[in-house]
């Protein structure tokens, strides 16, 4: 019951802080460049919107 408690907690009060817009289909893959400054999205609708990464922070996977 403690593990479903804070699995709720977390779910109702998460918070998106990056969100790529842009895009009018699904994004099928992202790319984020090695220097992790650039990412490029590309869609169903064979569009690829690059965008930059100027105050985001990335964290190793």
């Given amino acids: 019951m403690q593990v ?3 699995l709720q907690r977390v779910i ?3 918070q998106e802080h990056n969100c790529l817009t ?3 289909a699904a994004v099928l893959g992202i790319y ?3 220097d992790g400054q650039q990412i ?3 869609s169903v609708d064979k ?3 690059p965008a ?3 105050k ?3 964290f190793p996977i």
């Fill in 4 to 6: 479903d408690s804070a």
């Fill in 12 to 14: 109702l009060t998460i």
């Fill in 22 to 24: 842009g895009n009018k």
């Fill in 32 to 34: 984020i460049s090695p």
């Fill in 40 to 42: 490029a999205t590309a």
């Fill in 47 to 49: 569009t690829v919107i």
């Fill in 52 to 54: 930059t990464i100027s």
């Fill in 56 to 58: 985001w922070p990335i």
